[in-house]
């Protein structure tokens, strides 16, 4: 069984996390109601109590069922990023944390930010999506059950991302937007929707239209505002398709992770291998 380690209790001066922002509690929490459409995605097992979890950011647990059985959770907001800490009835003690948005963000400075407003070291983290040689010794029955447990990941989002978006090459041969945009496509459905999660959204924000479009049409509105080229495609049109995608999904990675590009820096460019 793990042993759970300590949670220090909330600061004096932290008001509950279901105020109005504003205060010094660093975790903001939204209801189940407010939360029902997210899409979430495993983040972390952490050897802690979730009562504990709740009583270090002032949140209020609340209860509900699922296809594994009752469980307990709270959304709250950190720093931009939406979290989930849950235990369902008859798991192995401990907290499981889920997170919603998608994408290359970097993970390990997410878990930081994290574990610091729980007032916790790495030590508590008992397995871990954002890197390799995590302990899968102790996986609650409930992920053991969804399928989940044995899978140990090999490489990071972000790791992925710096390579394909230097030399998609590797990837895919010969570089089109069509190759380019069917290998994301196929990542993104091996990492259940991990990968592109959102992204549809953020370009229809971006032009202003096109919610009820697929993602690849909207890049090439983007890429051709003033109309696509007739096909078939001269390279030149392909290979300015192809740059433009891998900047638009930089420029998403990049408001995922708060980082927003500075001028001047220089945006990805396509190599051969």
């Known amino acids: 069984m793990?042993?759970?380690?300590?949670?220090?209790?909330?600061e004096d001066s932290w008001e509950p996390a279901t105020e109005p922002p504003g205060g010094p509690n660093p975790a903001r929490q939204v209801s189940m109601?407010?939360?029902?459409?997210?899409?979430?995605?495993?983040?972390?097992?952490?050897?802690?109590?979730?009562?504990?979890v709740?009583?270090?950011?002032?949140?209020?647990?609340?209860?509900?069922?699922?296809?594994?059985?009752?469980?307990?959770?709270?959304?709250?907001?950190?720093?931009?990023t939406d979290f989930v800490a849950t235990?369902?009835?008859?798991?192995?003690?401990?907290?499981?944390?889920?997170?919603?948005k998608g994408g290359p963000v970097d993970s390990a400075a997410?878990?930081?930010?994290?574990l610091a407003a729980l007032g916790v070291g790495p030590e508590v983290v008992s397995y871990s999506?954002?890197?390799?040689?995590?302990?899968?010794?102790?996986?609650?029955?409930?992920?053991?059950?969804?399928g989940r447990a044995m899978r140990k990941?090999?490489?990071?989002?972000?790791d992925f991302w710096e390579d394909f978006k230097t030399h998609p090459g590797i990837f895919v041969g010969r570089v089109t937007f069509g190759s380019v945009t069917g290998f994301l496509n196929g990542y993104n459905v091996a990492a259940a929707g991990d990968l592109l999660n959102g992204f549809q959204e953020w370009l229809a924000a971006k032009l202003g239209f096109g919610t009820n479009l697929?993602?690849?049409?909207?890049?090439?509105?983007?890429?051709?505002?003033?109309?696509?080229?007739a096909e078939p495609w001269s390279p030149e049109d392909d290979q300015h398709a192809v740059d433009q995608l891998l900047i638009l999904l930089d420029e998403y990675f990049g408001s995922l992770a708060g980082r927003p590009k500075a001028d001047g820096e220089p945006q990805p460019t396509p190599q051969s291998p």
């Open 33 to 52: 109601f407010q939360s029902v459409g997210w899409p979430l995605y495993s983040f972390a097992y952490l050897s802690v109590d979730l009562d504990a």
């Open 110 to 114: 997410r878990a930081g930010r994290l």
């Open 129 to 146: 999506t954002w890197g390799v040689g995590s302990d899968l010794s102790d996986i609650p029955p409930a992920w053991s059950r969804a």
């Open 214 to 229: 697929v993602w690849t049409g909207l890049v090439l509105n983007l890429a051709f505002p003033e109309g696509r080229p």
């Open 54 to 80: 709740a009583r270090r950011l002032r949140l209020t647990l609340e209860t509900s069922w699922d296809g594994h059985g009752r469980v307990r959770a709270a959304f709250f907001v950190l720093e931009g």
């Open 2 to 10: 793990t042993e759970l380690m300590r949670v220090p209790d909330a």
């Open 87 to 100: 235990h369902h009835e008859g798991d192995a003690p401990g907290t499981h944390i889920w997170t919603r």
């Open 153 to 158: 990941p090999v490489q990071s989002r972000q």
